[in-house]
Each structure stands twice: as structure tokens, then as C-alpha cells.
């Protein structure tokens, strides 16, 4: 049975940093491409971070310079520092995972077709 469990969320004040993780059972991360979606109330599911099978690594713009993506292969675990949160950071964040190489586009990790039941972020300013 597959499961992503997510952890880490909190709540933390404009500037702080977060670092979320997700465990993994029932399927590598080695072998998936893993990724991190979002959503806030009332807007839609938005891409944030990916990490492809081979290790290759993509970012939401809104992202860029301030999320990093890393997995463990041998704790079977994926990661996402966050520093420098703004308000607008906050949602819920979910792992997700795909095994089919073609669905590796950060824009198609809200759809991907195993996610966990996620954390929530809040950012304050």
C-alpha cells in the first residue's frame, strides 16, 4: 500500500523558514518523480517543486531562490526547505508522486496520481 505522509508545517512570521518532509511506503522515491503542490482557500492547486527520477530538479517561479527540493533515497524520503516565507506561501502542501517520466513538469504535480494528506504552512506578516 502507497503512502506519503508530509510533515513539518507550522505557523511562522514573514522572513522565517520552513522544512518540510515526506515519508515514503510503498514505492521508492528513487524510481518516482516526487514533487510538491499547494493550495490555499479558494484558489487552485498551484506546482511548486519537483524532483525528477534521475535527480533533475524544477521550480514554480514563485519558488525560485527561496524553496529547495532534496529526496533521500536510502531514508526513502522527500524534502522541501522553505526560507524566506511570505504570506502568500500559505496553504496546504502536499507530497506527490508519479512513476511515468512524461507527467514530470512541475505544473502536473497537483495531478499526479499519488499525494499525501499534507501540511499546512502559514506565514504571518
Known amino acids: 500500500q502507497v503512502q506519503l505522509v508530509e510533515s513539518g508545517g507550522d505557523s511562522v512570521q514573514a522572513g522565517g523558514s520552513l522544512r518540510l518532509s515526506c515519508a515514503a511506503s510503498?514505492?521508492?522515491?528513487?524510481?518516482?518523480?516526487m514533487g510538491w503542490f499547494r493550495q490555499a482557500p479558494g484558489k487552485e492547486r498551484e506546482g511548486v517543486a519537483l524532483?525528477?527520477?534521475?535527480?533533475?530538479?524544477a521550480y514554480a517561479e514563485s519558488a525560485k531562490g527561496r524553496f529547495t527540493i532534496s529526496k533521500d533515497n536510502a531514508k526513502n524520503t522527500l524534502n522541501l526547505q522553505m526560507n524566506n516565507l511570505k504570506p502568500e506561501d500559505t496553504a496546504m502542501y502536499y507530497c506527490?508522486?508519479?512513476?511515468?517520466?512524461?507527467?514530470?513538469?512541475?505544473?502536473?504535480?497537483?495531478?499526479?496520481?499519488?499525494r499525501g494528506q499534507g501540511t499546512q504552512v502559514t506565514v504571518s506578516s
Open positions: 506527490t508522486a508519479d512513476p511515468a517520466p512524461g507527467s514530470c513538469l512541475v505544473s502536473k504535480t497537483p495531478y499526479f496520481n499519488r
Open positions: 510503498g514505492l521508492s522515491v528513487s524510481m518516482y518523480c
Open positions: 524532483i525528477g527520477k534521475y535527480g533533475a530538479i
